[in-house]
């Protein structure tokens, strides 16, 4: 929503449960020096610090907005002041936002994140374990030895909550250096389950069951 200056916490939470998307995002002036705006993004439980697929879309409708086909921007979120670069040209733009330095979290045990998304611990990656990470979003990363472990993960939500680490999400990822080749599915937060529906379900790196979304305000 652009000009969202004057609308409350309360109202964007509101808007935002009621859209039932992954995020909703709300364009305010910046109050903060060196920020062109300021980018509010929540899902329909909270206000979450950074994302950047809503990062990158909110930017694109910033671009669109003021009639920039080309521009870098400064957004300022909860986690900091981001740029974001938008390149538009007729209908089809592109974008590219620089996170937030990576901060290391604890690790995890291996068996505990493994058993919290349906997992045996053989399941795990033998040398890299999980570990909380963030770029401003705190989530858990967790290698796994076999990438036909992915499609059999199924999240128990409860046991995610309680490895006590305050993650939004959960990342199962399996690497293949010699191929160079990654893949990676996602699971969203505790509170993102409950308030969507009451019941666990997932997300794919390519975010096709939850898309985000922004709206002009008329």
Known sequence: MHDAGNVSDDVMLAFARETKLMETTFVQPADVAGADYRNRIWTVAEEVPFAG?????????????????????????????????????????????????????????????????GLRAGDAHPTLPPQRMS????????????????????????????????????????????ARRARARSFPSLATYAARSGAPSTHSERHEAYPSAVFVRV
Do not use: K
């Open 53 to 117: 697929h809503p990062s990158l879309g909110t930017a694109v409708a910033v671009s669109l907005q003021r009639g920039e086909e080309d521009a870098v921007y400064h957004q300022q979120t909860l986690a900091g002041i981001q740029e974001v670069r938008v390149s538009r040209r007729g209908d089809r733009a592109r974008a590219s936002v620089l996170q937030e330095r990576a901060e290391t979290g604890p690790e995890v045990d291996p068996a505990a994140a493994m058993a919290a998304v």
């Open 135 to 178: 770029t401003g979003l705190p989530a858990l990363i967790a290698p796994v030895a076999d990438g036909a472990a992915l499609a059999r993960a199924r999240p128990d939500v409860p046991a995610i909550a309680a490895l006590g680490i305050g993650v939004v999400n959960f990342y199962l990822c399996w690497i293949d250096p010699s």
